[in-house]
């Protein structure tokens, strides 16, 4: 259910191994605009490298809060910002490359019947051994089939920044004083900088993003916003029923970024799954959670340092110039080595 890049992705996955999917789908793969798209390195472990998709390749990035300014450079590139209708269209054509059939219906509800899911949607009703809610953070199956929520919800809002003539820029930038819940960013892209910054769900992101525009000096033109779920409910599975990605709020909580950790579930769910013995759901449902669970819950209490009053994030900056050179920009607890 859903042709996000983890429902197209987990599609593939099960497609590689024989069985028959369907993949639901209501909108446009790729519209509107996900996300900055900006991953790690590591995102290339998950699928292959396409320079139609790779916007910007990235080696360093700078801190800003009102005290000061942080930077550090590497030599390698650290991390890519992609095209993200590009990156999504492109994981959708692979999963229908690889056999996955596509109806473009929105599903409506489901429920288990004799060792089967069925799932109504506004056309016409399928029967399924295993239903997948790869359907984002506001998950129709998630509230279908009565799982709970995530924890927290941000809402995410950005901006192009259009410029004259190729980026040069090949760095990130975070305003840690931009939002009183989390942080701003700017992002180098070809021919835009994206700027944006996220609050938790009920606060004023575009009233934010104004006072972060004449902060910053930069022009609001187009606006694209949507919601970064933090913190995976207790539950991921239920019967013949389970979630996946920003369904399951597999996001890391610190950064608001969900591809790679989505990707990572994905690939777990299709190697654990056995379609004719529902019983394996559990096997997905602890392997993800023992490969990802402590990495969200230590990139939750990051998180809660962007909450303190400002004076009190400075300490920010002063963990920033002492951070391990190997920390990894997916595994915060690299931040301790
Ligand atoms: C402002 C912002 C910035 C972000 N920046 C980054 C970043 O830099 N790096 C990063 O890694 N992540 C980032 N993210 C998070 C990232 O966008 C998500 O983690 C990712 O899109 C999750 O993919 P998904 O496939 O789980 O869900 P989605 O991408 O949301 O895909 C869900 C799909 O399900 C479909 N669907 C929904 N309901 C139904 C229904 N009832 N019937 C049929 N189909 C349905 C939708 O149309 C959609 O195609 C950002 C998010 C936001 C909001």
Known sequence: MGAGPVGSHLAKEFALRDYRVLVLEKGEVGRPLKGTGHVSVDIFDHVPK???????EIRGGVFHN????YSFRRDEVTSYVLDRPKFDRSLFQRAKESG???VREGFVNCKHKRGKVIVETEEGTYETKI?????????????????????????????????????????????????????????????????????ELGGDSRKALEEFADEEN?????????LIPILPPEKTTKGRVFLCGDAAGQVKPFSGGGL??????????????????????????????????DEIKFGN????????????RAPFLWAGKRMSKNAHMDRPSTLLR
Do not use: M, N
């Open 50 to 56: 396409d320079d139609d998709f790779v916007e910007k």
């Open 66 to 69: 009102r005290f000061g300014s």
């Open 100 to 102: 996955v059939e596509e």
């Open 131 to 199: 239903l997948a809610g790869c359907d984002g953070p506001t998950s129709d199956v998630r509230v279908s089939a009565e799982f709970e929520k995530p924890g927290l919800f941000l809402h995410g809002i950005f901006t192009k920044q259009i410029e004259v003539g190729p980026i040069e820029q090949d760095y990130v930038e975070v305003f840690l004083d931009a939002s009183k819940d989390f942080f701003g960013w700017k992002v180098p892209r070809t021919e835009s900088f994206e700027y944006g910054l996220a609050v």
């Open 218 to 226: 930069f022009h609001i033109a187009d606006i694209h916003s949507g």
């Open 260 to 293: 790679i950790y989505g990707l990572t579930a994905a690939e777990i769910a299709a190697e654990k799954i056995d379609p004719d013995d529902a019983t394996t759901l559990s096997k997905y449902e602890a392997k993800w959670r023992e490969e990802l669970g």
């Open 301 to 312: 209490r990051i998180r809660k340092f962007y909450k303190l009053p400002f004076f009190l």
